[in-house]
């Protein structure tokens, strides 16, 4: 078993990469932060998390999988939340966009 001291000796840090020191990356911020959850879900999405420094959720929508937008909401406040309520159970693209970035994730709704 190679222990802590003899990893940092041969260049190896946690993740076990010669010469990368984990501990200096910078932390993941703004979109990458959000949890949505609960994924399935019945009647709501729970959107939370923190966003970088000035950063806004310009506009949030919510698309069927092959794109048809459903549901959109500008300037959306975090931490939120957004009703599925009347969908039909099934995949959706729920998308998140800030003035520089934007990410999807797929959701999942139940009956």
Do not use: C
């Not at 940092?8 to 990458?32: I, Y």
């Not at 949505?36 to 709501?44: L, M």
């Not at 000035?54 to 069927?64: A, D, F, K, Q, Y």
């Not at 300037?75 to 969908?87: D, E, M």
């Amino acid at each position: 078993m190679i222990t802590r001291t003899q990893q940092q000796a041969a260049g190896l840090e946690q993740n076990g990469t010669p010469g990368e020191d984990v501990t200096s990356k910078p932390r993941a911020s703004g979109l990458e932060m959000l949890r949505i959850y609960p994924n399935p879900a019945k009647t709501e999405l729970q959107i939370t998390g923190s966003l970088a420094e000035g950063e806004v959720i310009r506009l949030l929508s919510l698309h069927t999988m092959d794109g048809k937008t459903l549901k959109t909401e500008e300037n959306f406040s975090i931490p939120g939340s957004l009703s599925l309520a009347g969908l039909p159970s099934g995949s959706y693209i729920l998308r998140l966009r800030t003035s520089e970035k934007s990410k999807e994730w797929v959701v999942v709704k139940l009956e």
